[in-house]
């Protein structure tokens, strides 16, 4: 089935490092990918959509400056986090759909719990 | 605006026991989907079901099963004879096109 690859999985920074996360569509092309953010005990927030080739798509009250995101090929998006501060802590999780469901976030990565400290 | 509500917060049910995990949505779309997906402890989303709108038809895999009521904007998910691999947090999500609102989620514990 289609997988979807996050790296890295756990990352702990100091305040006012950047941090990438990579996403990769393994077995198909992505023209669409999702990152999503969670805290603790609560649901799945879609921070912004990103597209193949073109500016991705934020969410009210995402600041783009500060969550980076590049879809500079069909198989790899990165989301990064410039200067992250304590209250950027969280999972992040991207997503990609496939075949007839490209722009469905069907296929989710297993994740990337980032800790500032 | 699209909604998704998942009263049941945490669910508890001894093993063996059948349980049902509710999901009411709202929307004003016509064409949308209806997503289950599976997070356990370990953190990744796993994807359960999707079903589209004009779709009714209840659907069952091994002891899954969901029960799609468009009457009652409900996508209801029912575990049969649950095991303990079956803990985890379970959303339900509604999507039209690209944007997908998630459920807050329902923790299901199983308790050997």
């Known amino acids: 089935g289609a997988v979807v690859s996050q790296h890295p999985s756990w990352v702990i920074c100091k305040s006012g490092t950047s941090v990438k996360i990579e996403c990769r569509s393994l077995d198909f092309q992505a023209t669409t990918m999702f990152w999503y953010r969670q805290f603790p005990k609560q649901s799945l927030m879609l921070m912004a959509t990103?597209?193949?080739?073109?500016?991705?798509?934020?969410e009210q009250g995402v600041e783009k400056d500060k969550f980076l995101i590049n879809h500079a090929s069909l198989t790899l998006s990165t989301l990064t986090v410039t200067s992250a501060h304590p209250e950027d802590s969280s999972f992040y999780i991207c997503s990609a759909g496939t075949g007839a469901y490209s722009n469905q976030p069907q296929h989710f990565g297993d994740g990337t719990r980032l800790s500032i400290l | 605006a699209q909604k998704v509500t998942q009263a049941q917060t945490e669910i508890s049910v001894v093993e063996k026991e059948d349980v049902t995990l509710d999901c009411v949505y709202e929307t004003r779309d016509t064409t949308y989907y209806l997503f289950w997906y599976k997070q356990p402890p370990s953190g990744e989303l796993v994807f359960l079901i999707r079903r589209n709108s004009f779709d009714e038809q209840n659907e069952i895999s091994g002891r899954y099963s969901w029960n799609f009521q468009k009457s009652t904007s409900s996508f209801n998910f029912t575990i049969t004879a649950s095991q303990v691999v079956d803990s985890a947090v379970y959303f339900c999500?509604?999507?039209?096109?690209?944007?997908?609102?998630f459920g807050i989620g329902t923790k299901l514990q199983v308790i050997p």
């Open positions: 990103s597209n193949e080739g073109s500016k991705a798509t934020y």
């Open positions: 999500a509604l999507g039209g096109y690209q944007k997908v609102t």
